[in-house]
């Protein structure tokens, strides 16, 4: 009952998108309204559709899934706004492009009401099959950003841990040199005034080495400032260090001052001037404890970011996505073992990686209970994901690609209905020419009523010229082989001829010869696509 609903709507909207509407005596007002109609009409149709496939999924799951192929058919052909396109080229008195397009969509509407009768039982399981591998790849696609996202976020974390860690190295490293410093400040305090080479060179190659380890402290501390700006950067701070300007920052500044002054220090100890070099010294040391309190602020800095980071709420967020790539993987095992919308019980492309991410996924969500790093695992759950992905959408090419093998079809089906059109009118023409020949009126002039045959054997060529125009118009849309495009051409090109020759009231031997030419191109064409689809068939 539903289906005879359905299909009664189908047929109602076909007979309102009729390109013959065109030929009315008004034809903007009644081929646009007429359209409206039609849009109108199918827009109620797709909307009852989907109301009542969602009262059926329980009661009626094989209507429902009917219904559901139905609305992939309406949503991968674009029939809703083509429509309304039609509509605009109507409203804009661009008559041909106009019939072009209501050509178009007469044929997938056909399509569609074969499909609601079910009785196109192998378009039904390609439009599920894409409806079913669309709804997956949409479903991983969702997935692998949500991966992406908590990736970034553990990432961050990882970052923030590992500058913590390095803020302590460079610390501990600091504080080494200026306990040296320290040190080695005592010892030459306890120089005598007139000491000699002999008591300071000992000191002088000491201050020496310090001078060159806090300037590799300083280099380094540099990178660290560069890092930690970087850091303040994507957290939305102001960017005080100014990486990538070839400044030294903070803390490596501090360093910078240090190893200068040991620098000195190592000189006035060379020249045996110990109480200068004390001065040298003290700056040295006042320098590297500035160093370590700027490296401590570095680190409640850092430590205060990771704390904003709720490590319990990304492990929440990451097991959630976890529990849905396990949803859809059971959901793919489901469909490949044949139970729900895959009947056939096809293999499911990208089931295997779907699975692979999910153990990923579990380990990454344990890592960050711990605190731990799991950008790593969440990188690789993410790379499963997109080869999921990739493999649906090569599946879909595929089987859009049979979608546009239905092209070829209905373009056999279109050229054999012309063929049989044309050997009617060549009949026809031949007979109104026998006619002709014996009421010629006394002045010459043919019957109105002859004349009004004529006329209509004219609009009657017009017709197929248009369906030429349309089946063109599809070929180059669908990119289908580039054999028929010339072809058609010339059969559009001929029956322009033929039914130009008629209005100008040609009915003899000349025009019927041209009409079995457009019959024997047609014949042509037609053995062209049911070998090109047999070829198709066998893998040709």
Do not use: C
């Not at 189908?10 to 065109?22: C, E, I, K, Q, R």
């Not at 100890?269 to 570095?298: C, R, V, Y």
């Not at 090569?394 to 209905?417: C, H, I, S, W, Y």
């Amino acid at each position: 009952m539903i289906s005879r609903i359905l299909t009664a709507l189908v047929f109602l909207t076909l007979a309102v998108a009729a390109p013959s509407s065109l030929r009315s005596q008004d034809p903007q007002a009644s081929a646009a309204s007429k359209q409206e109609l039609a849009q109108s009409k199918f827009q109620e149709l797709t909307e009852r559709m989907q109301k009542l496939m969602v009262v059926l999924q329980k009661e009626e799951p094989e209507e429902s899934k009917l219904l559901s192929a139905g609305l992939r058919f309406v949503q991968e052909k674009k029939l809703n706004q083509r429509l309304e396109h039609a509509g605009g080229l109507l409203r804009q008195e661009r008559w041909d492009l106009a019939l072009v397009e209501m050509g178009k969509i007469k044929e997938d509407l056909r399509s569609l009401l074969e499909l609601l009768q079910n009785r196109n039982e192998d378009l039904r399981k390609l439009l599920e099959r894409i409806d079913l591998l669309e709804g997956f790849k949409n479903r991983v696609d969702e997935l692998a950003k949500e991966q992406q996202q908590e990736k970034e976020d553990s990432a961050r974390a990882a970052a923030l841990q590992k500058h913590l860690e390095d803020i302590e190295a460079q610390r501990q490293r600091t504080e080494a040199l200026l306990q040296a410093q320290q040190e080695l400040r005592e010892q030459t305090n306890q120089l005598p005034l007139d000491a000699d080479s002999g008591a300071t060179e000992p000191l002088e190659q000491e201050e020496g080495k310090l001078a060159e380890s806090t300037d590799e402290l300083a280099k380094d501390l540099a990178d660290l400032d560069q890092r930690d700006a970087q850091l303040k950067a994507e957290a939305g701070k102001p960017n005080e260090g100014k990486p990538n300007e070839g400044k030294p920052s903070a803390s490596s500044k501090s360093a910078g001052k240090a190893a200068r002054a040991m620098g000195k220090a190592e000189s006035q100890l060379g020249e045996n001037k110990p109480e200068p070099a004390l001065k040298d010294q003290d700056k040295a040391i006042e320098s590297l404890k500035k160093t370590l309190g700027e490296l401590d602020a570095m680190a409640e800095d850092a430590k205060r970011e990771l704390l904003k980071l709720p490590f319990e709420q990304m492990a929440k967020k990451q097991e959630q996505t976890q529990q849905a790539t396990d949803a859809l993987a059971r959901d793919m095992e489901k469909a490949e073992q044949g139970d729900g919308e895959n009947a056939d019980g096809e293999p499911t492309p990208g089931k295997n990686k779907v699975q692979q991410a999910v153990p990923k996924q579990r380990a990454a969500a344990g890592q960050l209970k711990e605190y731990k790093d799991a950008k790593q695992k969440q990188q690789d759950a993410k790379d499963d994901l997109e080869a999921a992905k990739k493999a649906l959408e090569e599946a879909l090419a595929q089987l859009r690609q049979q979608l546009q093998d239905e092209v070829l079809r209905a373009l056999e089906e279109r050229f054999t209905a012309m063929l049989a059109r044309q050997r009617e009118l060549t009949i026809q023409t031949k007979t109104v020419d026998t006619t002709r020949r014996r009421v010629l009126t006394s002045d010459g002039t043919l019957p109105a009523a002859l004349v009004g045959k004529i006329e209509d054997l004219a609009g009657g060529e017009s017709e197929l010229e248009q369906e030429a125009i349309d089946a063109l118009k599809l070929l180059e849309e669908d990119g289908t082989t580039a054999v028929f495009p010339p072809m058609v051409e010339q059969l559009r090109d001929e029956l322009a001829d033929v039914a130009a020759g008629l209005r100008e009231h040609r009915t003899g031997a000349a025009m019927n010869q041209a009409q079995k030419d457009v019959e024997d191109l047609l014949s042509l064409l037609i053995d062209a696509l049911r070998r090109t689809i047999e070829k198709k068939e066998g893998g040709g």
